[in-house]
C-alpha cells in the first residue's frame, strides 16, 4: 500500500514564481526523497532527507520534514518552464522481515511553468 | 557510464504470450528492482535484488518472476501476460536499500 500522498494533485504557476508541494506519510520512516517525472521519462533524484534533518537545500530547491506532523514539503523557487514534471516522494519504510527497507512511492503532484 | 538501461523501449503482447524484460546496470549497485507505474497510482514495487543470487516479492509480485545471477542484470519475466499488466514499467538501482535509487528510461508494454 502506498504511504505518501502529495498534494497537491496538480499545480500550475508562471514562470518565475515558487512552487510548493506537500507530503504526507503513515509511519515512521528512515529517510524521504524527493523525485521528479518528466513526460514519458524515467525519475530522476532531486534530494534525500533524513529522519533527523529537518531542512534541506540543494540549488533551488528546499526541503522541510516534520516528523511529528509526519509530512514534508518541497519548495521550488524562481520556478522555470524546464520545471515542468510530475514530482513524486518516497519514503523509506522497514519492509517485510528484520533489516529489510523499501521505497514508498506516492501518486505525484503534476507541475505545469507557464512561460 | 550507462547507468540503468532497458530493453525494450515500447512492447505489444497478446494475452498469455510471455516475454522478459532486460535490466542492466554499471554503477556495481547491490540493489535492484522493478516498479511498474500505472496512471493515478503512483508507482508500485513488483520484486527487488539485494545482490546476486537474492530476490524477494514486493507489493504487487503475481504473475511476474525475477532472478539475479549477476550484480549488472535484473531481467523481469513475465509468465502469461494479462491485460492487466499494460503499464509502464521501471528497473532502479541504489548502492543499498533506502539510499536515491537511479531509474531506467522504462517500458511501456501492452497487453491486447
Known amino acids: 500500500s502506498q504511504q505518501g500522498e502529495e498534494d497537491p494533485q496538480a499545480l500550475s504557476i508562471q514562470e518565475g514564481e515558487n512552487a510548493t508541494m506537500n507530503c504526507s506519510y503513515k509511519t515512521s520512516i528512515n529517510n524521504l526523497q524527493w523525485y521528479r517525472q518528466n513526460s514519458g521519462r524515467g525519475l530522476v533524484h532531486l534530494i534525500l532527507?533524513?529522519?533527523?534533518?529537518r531542512e534541506k537545500h540543494s540549488g533551488r530547491l528546499r526541503v522541510t520534514l516534520d516528523t511529528s506532523k509526519k509530512s514534508s514539503s518541497l519548495l521550488i523557487t524562481a520556478s522555470r518552464a524546464a520545471d515542468t514534471a510530475s514530482y513524486f516522494c518516497?519514503?523509506?519504510?522497514?519492509?517485510?522481515?528484520?533489516?529489510?527497507?523499501?521505497?514508498?512511492f506516492g501518486k505525484g503532484t503534476k507541475l505545469s511553468v507557464i512561460p | 557510464n550507462a547507468g540503468v538501461t532497458q530493453t525494450p523501449k515500447f512492447q505489444v503482447l497478446k494475452t498469455g504470450q510471455s516475454m522478459t524484460l532486460q535490466c542492466a546496470q554499471d554503477?556495481?549497485?547491490?540493489?535492484m528492482s522493478w516498479y511498474r507505474q500505472d496512471p493515478g497510482m503512483g508507482l508500485r514495487l513488483i520484486h527487488y535484488?539485494?545482490?546476486?543470487?537474492?530476490?524477494d516479492q514486493g507489493e504487487v509480485p503475481n504473475g511476474y518472476n525475477v532472478s539475479r545471477s549477476t550484480t549488472e542484470d535484473f531481467p523481469l519475466r513475465l509468465l502469461s501476460a494479462a491485460p492487466s499488466q499494460t503499464s509502464v514499467y521501471f528497473c532502479a538501482s541504489s548502492s543499498r536499500q533506502g539510499n536515491e535509487q537511479f531509474f531506467g528510461p522504462g517500458t511501456r508494454l501492452t497487453v491486447l
Open positions: 518516497a519514503t523509506e519504510v522497514p519492509y517485510s522481515g528484520a533489516g529489510s527497507y523499501q521505497l514508498t
Open positions: 532527507i533524513r529522519s533527523n534533518e
Open positions: 554503477m556495481n549497485h547491490e540493489y
Open positions: 535484488s539485494v545482490g546476486a543470487g537474492i530476490t
